[in-house]
């Protein structure tokens, strides 16, 4: 059964820049295909990045040039770093990882991953 922990989740203010992390325990990333997403009360979870098991990165447009996902093996860690941050990126952040072959069509699709991290808050202050 594999874990997921994210860390590095905070108070931040608009224009900063913050990394997340997400470590998996009791597999590897190596067959996964990991993302973030991300969610705020009362909406649905927004898939904002996600990184294939072969290393192809997937950006959400709503984050693109700004977010960018990278993972390193050996930490068996996902990693999602996060720039030029706005007030309206506040949100809980969670990874994410699948192994059913359809990935990335199926990136946004919350049922198709097998695990979830509890998720770490990033609040971005105006």
């Known amino acids: 059964q594999v874990q997921l922990a994210e860390s590095g989740g905070g108070l931040v203010q608009d224009g900063a820049s913050l990394s997340l992390a997400c470590v998996a325990s009791g597999g590897t990333f190596s067959i996964y295909d990991v993302s973030w997403f991300r969610q705020v009360p009362e909406k649905d979870r927004e898939f904002v990045a996600g990184?294939?098991?072969?290393?192809?990165?997937y950006i959400s447009e709503s984050v693109t040039g700004r977010f960018t996902v990278s993972r390193d093996m050996n930490k068996n860690t996902v990693y999602l770093e996060m720039n030029k941050l706005r007030p309206e990126d506040t949100a809980v952040y969670f990874c994410?990882?699948?192994?059913?072959?359809?990935?990335?069509?199926?990136?946004?699709?919350?049922?198709?991953?097998?695990?979830w991290g509890q998720g770490t808050q990033v609040t971005v202050s105006s």
């Open positions: 990184i294939s098991w072969t290393g192809a990165l």
């Open positions: 994410a990882a699948q192994s059913n072959d359809r990935f990335p069509d199926n990136a946004n699709n919350t049922a198709a991953y097998d695990f």
